[in-house]
């Protein structure tokens, strides 16, 4: 079962200047940075009530976000949509016919298990399923 909008991930070129143009936007400063070795990105969080932003740099231009920013330039990447239970979400949505990105979930930033949906199958949106690592 789906049950919110856990976070909005942006690709931005320099998380440096994101953050402090972010913290004046939303008047908080991040709670977390991390970096995902696995994905080639830095990452910040914000809290927006009971959602977040997500800050994405890539730290390699060949890693997804690299990619995406140098295609599409910065911008919204994926909406991360929080899930009670990954694994059946990620039968149910297959069997529905949406192509998953990833046979298993992942280990990803903010101690969450994740899977994206192609974007094909979405119209043109990456979603991110993630499931809090319990
Ligand atoms: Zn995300």
Redesign the pocket.
């Known amino acids: 079962m789906i049950l919110r909008i856990?976070?909005?991930?942006i690709a931005v070129k320099d998380c440096e200047q994101a953050n402090k143009l972010f913290a004046l936007l939303l008047g908080t400063n991040p709670y977390k940075s991390e970096m995902v070795e696995s994905e080639k990105v830095n990452?910040s969080f914000f809290k927006v009530g009971e959602s977040k932003v997500?800050l994405?740099e890539s730290t390699d231009p060949s890693g997804p976000i690299g990619k995406f920013i140098e295609k599409r330039g910065e911008g919204i990447?994926?909406v991360?949509f929080e899930v009670d239970n990954i694994h059946e979400m990620m039968k149910q949505l297959e069997a529905s016919g949406f192509r998953l990105l990833s046979d298993e979930p992942k280990r990803?930033?903010?101690n969450?298990l994740?899977c994206f949906l192609h974007p094909k199958s979405t119209n043109g949106v990456l979603v991110?399923l993630?499931q809090e690592i319990r």
């Open positions: 856990e976070h909005l991930g990452t997500e994405l990447h994926h991360a990803g930033a903010d969450k994740v991110e993630c």
